[in-house]
RNA sequence: GGGUGUAUAGCUCAGCUGGUUAGAGCGUUACAUUGACAUUGUAGAGGUCAGAGGUUCGAGUCCUCUUACACCCACCA
């Protein structure tokens, strides 16, 4: 108690009263910025993958910070020059469907409000969310560089986008084309092949009379257009027809469709005819190509039917369905309608029904060779995972990473919606069309002409598939492409390993001719404790701020690293971060109890000498825990490091040590040894509640930047003793327990052991609450003590042990007994199964 | 239709290249607690490792099949 003077800890840890105050000093410090920390070393780099400018931040989004944040304050503790990069994406699609959702509250629509004042609104709207992201990244404990935070659609990154479109286009790998692409009628744009979700559906089959076949179809208006029909090659029935062009009523409405074969029609599935309708189904848009079949647009832009569409023109798609399904049933040409199970496309954004159709879009050619290389841009981003240029955490998504690859479309990557970056692509006033940088540039390509610049934006995945380098500067030889690129890791979800992580790759390889990052690591997605994922419409969903406010940063960190694995689901709920918070206070109080034990508050630098067993038990099992969290971290073994950290210092550290140093007294160097080298490997997981404790220390410089501690020699000898030390003192507490003798009543007690000394015995005695004999205490049965009396810890063994010990002895024996195994086995297994053996058997006649 | 993953205590999960009597946290039961911590301590109960075969001296761990669940991909009109 008199020494409890030199420090200032509360009873409990209030982590609302340190964690904004220690982030604000930590900022102000400037070690956030590599620039600061110590010249010349080696270098390690995470871009951060940027939120989507909306909105708030969710479990996800603190997931992926914690682990960041994990990897790159080891990093910095180890004394790398270390640069966690922020920023934001400006996610065209997501930000401009929100904002118009917040305007169609008001009934207002972008078109009434025209383009320019439109982008004001998602400007602003952008702006207020930023800053509310970056608070959340601050409040998870972040430790990033925010002197070089970025955002997609700046003028800088604008200035890369252009820059790699360009390129791309002077090498032609991205062209101009009338294709079919992916309609969302609803944000009246393109989607690329990935952002089309599906969703089951009971949707039905129609059979319709079709000149001399039966078609079945799921889309009967679509038939309206159809200029081929095709049949399975082996089909005998139809053979007649292959090569013919015939002319076909459906109720009045007259089309002209060729008749051909392929061997992709199942004869079995419907009517196995298939009416080929090349302007709106990406397999017939295939058909139409290969068999050169006339392509008729009918469904527009506005998901309206065209004056190809006869009567049925200016009708909605279902309207125009309906319509002509009665019309066909009045001219009993419906044979029948079925059931049926299928897949609806749908908006990944606004989950609106896609329609494909075609339309002049611009397109990243991926298989075309690019000039100068003998490879294609596909080619190139299998190459860099194949080759293990970039190693994928976990494995297993190498593979599914290929297979996406290898059947990569062209991409499609205008968008006609209006928040994003525009084409950087201009029209002279005789139409000829400059691909150009800027709009200076193409000024002066247009040789005094005025020009006129295509009003689609890009696809937002176009500017974050460059986000590793765009982000230092690049096209520009910067000092910071030059130090921090490739980036160490790329940690995000596996949900958006195609988006995103598949583009940067094939990116970076293109246009910088280097990997983007070496390794990428996958987490997985938070689900709720009955494994759903969460979402606001189950309202599962935990928001990580009222977490933080509840339990404290540092919990809810540790509840997302501990007990997770990459690449797959973690469960969170509220009582496992209780658990951490539990835990957080107990490192605290270890923290407390250390200060109060010591005479003066400072760091042992050298090792210390040991004078008891417990001391250089604790000091060896501390060695290898700094050995073994090291590796685990350097493995991306995030949870296995975690669950040691937790056992050594509440286990072994709190339990053991520290009951044992009230006895021994006067353990200031060794206390004082592990303590600040603790609070060091536990700060990446827990940087704010070591930070705290830390400062007890006044040491001039922050835990932040201080130096990760290094293994010495483990002393198995010390780890081996000490388990006869904990077991004694365990049985002690079992027998009092399984007699109903009080815990504080000292009953008498003979101990003897052949590694333990009689200091330590004494020890052993305090710790399990029995008056210690010299002499052993014979002829009675402790059991006849009840509350009072003796006991000969070695030798009380209650029926249930002794039991399962028999059992144990037993299968030894047989497994020795065995000559297969004693032949066939390594010699150090039999060893180690014969010490066992006569380990028991001693236990059981003692 | 293809592919991947998961299945271990009531719940959430560990268990690395096969070799202790299969572990942890939560929950639960009993006891304790004014001296670091009730956000605590001590002790206990609780498991045919989804099922069936196989390989091996030895399988929770490797192989095959089956079942259940989850996810991803794909152009069944």
Known sequence: MDKQDNFNLAKAYEPQEYEAEIYRLWEESGFFNPDNLSEGKESFTISMPPPNATGILHLGHASTLAYQDLMIRYQRLRGKKTLWLPGTDHAAIATQTKVEKILAEKGVDRHSLGREKFLEKVKEYVADSQGTIRNQIRKIGSSCDWSREAYTFSDSLSVAVNEAFVRMYNDGLIYRGYRIVNWCPRCASTLADDEVEYQEQLGKLYYIKYGPFVVATTRPETKLADTGVAVNPEDTRYQDYLGQVLEIDLAGHKIKVKVFADAQVDSEFGSGVVGVTPAHSAVDYDFAQKNDLEIIKLIDEQGKIM??????????????????????????????IEDLENNLSICYRCDTPIEPLTSEQWFVAVDKKIPGR???????????????????????????YYHWMENLHDWCISRQIWWGHQIPVWYSEDQKMIVAISEEDALKKA??????????????????????????????????????HPTSVMETGYDILFFWVARMILMSEYLLESKPFETVYLHGMIRDKEGKKMSKSLGNGID???????????????????????????????????????????????????????????????LPKTETL???????????????????????????????????????????????AKIEKNKDEILLYILPRLLTIWHPFTPFVTEVIWEQFKSDKFLMINQWPKADESNQEAQENFKDFIDLVTQIRNIKAENKIPPVEFVDCYLESQVLSSADLEVVAKLGRVNLKTEEITGENFASFKSRGQIKAAKAMTEKEKEDLEKYIKSLEAKLGNKAFVENAPPEVVADNQKRLEEAKQKLAN
Do not use: C, H
């Open 307 to 336: 004056s190809t569409g006869g009567k049925y023109a200016g009708l909605t798609v279902l309207e125009a369905r309906e319509k002509f399904v009665k019309d066909l049933e009045a001219a009993g040409q419906i044979e029948k």
């Open 374 to 400: 003998d490879q294609t841009l596909k080619e190139l981003a299998i190459q860099a995972v194949k080759n293990k240029e970039i190693k994928i955490v976990p494995d297993r998504f190498s593979k599914v």
């Open 447 to 484: 040789g005094g002409q005025k020009i006129a610049r295509d009003p689609d934006t890009l696809d937002t995945w176009f500017s974050s598939s460059l986000w590793t380098f765009s982000t230092l500067g690049w096209p520009e030889k910067t000092k910071d492409l030059d130090l921090f």
């Open 544 to 606: 990580p701020i009222e977490m933080i406010e509840k339990f404290g940063t540092d919990a809810l960190r540790l509840s997302l690293i501990i007990g997770s694995s990459p690449g797959a689901d973690l469960r969170l709920y509220e009582e496992k971060i209780e658990g951490y918070r539990n835990f957080v206070n107990k490192l605290w109080n270890i923290s407390r109890f250390v200060f109060s034990q010591v005479g003066e508050i400072k760091i042992t630098e050298n």
């Open 614 to 660: 417990a001391d250089a038990w604790i000091l060896a099992e501390f060695n290898l825990l700094i050995k073994e969290v090291t590796e685990n971290l350097e493995t991306f073994k995030f949870s296995l490091a975690g669950e040691k950290l937790y056992e050594f210092t509440w286990s072994k550290f709190a339990d053991w040590y520290l009951e044992v």
